[in-house]
């Protein structure tokens, strides 16, 4: 398949081959014909790419504000690396999409292969959407009116949020696209609505849909404008589908509604806003979210949970459906918000024209209908330096940040032969396997397990997906670096047993490792020489100070990512064992808040773990904190001595002999020691470097913890 991205870092927009995307749960594979560039956010996006550091950060001040704080706290280098990681990532372009049903996943039943529908996939030929984000298109709607639909739908759900009724007075402030669409779907509800903008042309546009008009560009009275359109009484509600930095729009709309007037913020505009305004009429400002009811809902989204029509009447697909049956019946006209077509292999010229000429409207990209060639889940890259079958040659399943940012180049700079990677979207594959050299991409995983050119595999993928791939890789008879956690459940964790004890009996064991890196840090090497002089017990005080992150995010489900102290705190149990070098022998959890909110997670814990050399220590993870303390502080107390590690960066010491601090450059959580040992044990004959049976413990610690802190 081909599809367009965006390198935010300088702009560039580029169309990359790659392998097409696998079916997954609840999605529709679709063939696309027709996409509609969205004017005004995929301007913004080319406008904030081809801005330098400095006018990056002043289009986005709450980002900066973030990376500050992560300086103080990781160092200057650290956060440097991760800003230019992000900037280097390309994005996908697009939100509006028309194809055809290609194939859908067992849990569809609304539609079928060889449906027409309308997504919100991006500009690719080949897209994969969810269920509740397509809707099928009537017979008598054609492909390049149907693209307009996503966008028509942002402009509905600001309506609905306006409730306007028959006989009110509407402004719509800018009246481009999303304008245009407005004022028709306003007019279709009986409102006199008047057209504010500075383009004369896309004025003349809105009159012809029935608005009155009003050119602010002149040197004319903006308000009174409006006052004179509802006869001096102030307008019933005002929609701004404006895009500008300038605070005018909500000033004007504030001061030309009548008291207890409604102002629906569609677009982007400044929201300095006069409080006496707001205050005198007692004025209703509400920012409309995209689609309707659903948008950003992982449930609705992802996991294909419709709201009931009862209690919610206009979700996301259901505005879509909407739309779809006005353009049917003929009252919302498109044609004449068609600007431009062009080809989809002559995208970059279409994103020229949307640079340069401010005079656009809806741009039309146009696919051809070779389909076969588009599915394809593998792809030869360009690297294809002969290989060594007697070294590590690696093939990597998962490309998200963590693996594309840390894992893969640690991986090709400690040695490592780079064969295939699989991504389940396909992009990732491409982009990253071309980066570091591999020599295929491929969204088909099984194929790797298959082939005997691969005989080392790393699993970077969601957590859920863990204990399948380590059990497949094991009895295929290759190694394994699984990103923790080994395994989310008791049940996982005894198939990978299982499975490990059959492949025992084998006289090639191959290798099995835990990404637990914090272990190979230079900070945690020098603290364990240091607690190796002495044999007393320890006691330990891990904090992680872990940050917040939403109650619907994938690694809060229990399901999906095992929940937060199996995906990351499991990092401080393999530790702490590491350090207090001695048997686990009770696991003591309790978290904070209680049964009856719904809302508490077990991310805000204290876990205590006893070992049997008669060490002990307490894990404290806590979501509830502040970023501009240190992530992560170690305390560790013995025979009289006490040393401190702050983030991975400082190690104190109090009472030792001869020591009294180290301290990086730059933070180091072991990410790339990690990995460098892994590939030597490999190439060296060695054992691994963790023993199965600390692997094993540790994973079974950390599911008891979990275990507990989830029945509280």
């Not at 407005?182 to 608005?211: R, S």
């Not at 699984?482 to 025992?504: H, M, Q």
């Not at 002089?533 to 917040?548: E, L, Q, V």
Request: net charge neutral; aromatic share 8%.
């Amino acid at each position: 398949m081909k599809q367009l991205l965006q390198n935010l870092a300088n702009g560039q927009t580029q169309i990359i081959d790659a392998p097409s995307p696998v079916i997954s749960p609840g999605t529709l594979l679709i063939t696309t014909t027709t996409t509609l560039i969205s004017a005004g956010t995929e301007r913004m996006l080319l406008e904030f790419g081809d801005a330098n550091l400095l006018g990056k950060a002043q289009q986005q001040p709450e980002k900066v504000k973030l990376v500050l704080e992560k300086m103080k706290t990781d160092g200057i280098l650290t956060t440097i690396d991760a800003v230019r990681s992000k900037l280097n990532q390309p994005i996908p372009l697009g939100y509006s999409n028309v194809g055809i049903v290609e194939n859908i996943s067992d849990e569809v039943d609304v539609f079928k292969p060889g449906d027409r529908v309308v997504s919100n996939g991006r500009h690719a030929d080949v897209v994969r959407v969810p269920k509740n984000l397509c809707a099928k298109i009537p017979d008598n709607v054609s492909d390049e009116k149907a693209a307009f639909t996503i966008v028509s739908s942002i402009s509905l759900q600001g309506i609905r949020l306006a409730k306007p009724t028959l006989g009110e007075t509407f402004v719509v402030i800018g009246v481009g696209l999303l304008g245009l669409i407005t004022v028709q779907l306003l007019k279709a509800q009986g409102i006199k609505v008047l057209a504010i903008d500075i383009d004369e042309n896309k004025l003349m546009l809105a009159k012809n849909f029935g608005a009155e008009i009003f050119n602010s560009n002149e040197d004319t009275d903006t308000v009174a404008a409006g006052m004179a359109f509802s006869k001096g009484v102030g307008v019933d509600g005002v929609i701004i589908t404006a895009s500008t930095k300038s605070n005018i729009p909500i000033a004007n709309a504030a001061q030309m509604s009548r008291k207890r007037g409604r102002i629906i913020l569609v677009g982007v505009t400044g929201l300095n806003i006069n409080r006496a305004d707001f205050y005198e009429k007692e004025l209703t400002l509400q920012v409309s979210c995209s689609y309707g009811p659903g948008r950003y809902d992982p449930d609705y989204e992802e996991n294909g949970i419709d709201y009931p029509i009862g209690f919610v009447r206009w979700t996301e697909q259901r505005n879509f459906e909407a739309v779809l049956e006005m353009m049917s019946n003929g009252s919302l006209e498109i044609d004449e918000l068609i600007s431009h077509r062009y080809n989809f292999e002559n995208a970059s010229t279409a994103y020229d024209t949307l640079k340069n000429d401010r005079n656009t409207l809806g741009i039309l990209l146009l696919y051809n209908e070779n389909n076969q060639s588009r599915y394809k889940n593998n792809k030869k890259l360009s690297f294809n330096k002969p290989l060594d079958s007697t070294r590590p040659v690696i093939s990597f399943i998962g490309a998200g940040n963590y693996a594309s940012r840390i894992l893969i180049p640690s991986f090709k700079s400690a040695g490592a032969q780079l064969q295939t990677i699989v991504t389940s979207g396909g992009i990732n594959s491409v982009f990253h396997g071309e980066k570091f050299g591999f020599r295929e991409a491929s969204t088909e995983v099984n194929q790797i397990f298959d082939n005997e050119i691969t005989n080392t595999v790393v699993i970077a993928t969601r957590h859920d997906t863990h204990a399948l791939f380590v059990n497949k890789a094991l009895s295929a008879g290759k190694n394994v670096f699984v990103e923790k956690p080994l395994a989310i459940s008791f049940e996982e964790l005894e198939t990978i047993k299982s499975t490990y004890d059959k492949i025992s009996q084998k006289n090639t064991l191959p290798r099995l490792m835990v990404g637990y890196n914090r272990r190979f840090s230079p900070i945690i090497k020098k603290t364990k020489e240091l607690l190796e002089s002495t044999s007393a017990p320890k006691s330990f005080i891990m904090t992680m100070n872990a940050g917040f992150i939403p109650s619907d995010h994938w690694v809060q489900d229990h399901k999906k990512g095992g929940g937060r102290i199996i995906g990351e705190a499991c990092h401080y149990i393999d530790l702490m064992k590491y350090l207090a070098n001695s048997e686990i022998i009770y696991s003591i959890a309790r978290k904070m808040g209680d049964n009856g909110n719904k809302e508490i997670t077990e991310d805000k814990a204290v876990i205590t773990l006893g070992f049997k050399d008669g060490s002990f220590g307490s894990i404290n993870y806590f979501a509830n904190g502040h970023k501009s303390f240190p992530k992560e502080r170690i305390e560790i107390f013995t025979s009289g001595k006490i040393l401190q590690i702050d983030n991975f960066r400082t190690l104190r010491g109090f009472g030792w002999n001869n020591f009294k601090n180290y301290k990086l450059i730059r933070q180091d959580k072991g990410q790339v020691a990690c990995p460098d040992a892994f590939i030597k044990s490999i190439i060296n004959g060695d054992n691994c470097p963790l023993n199965i049976e600390d692997i094993f413990e540790v994973a079974n610690v950390t599911i008891e913890v979990a275990r507990q802190l989830n029945s509280q």
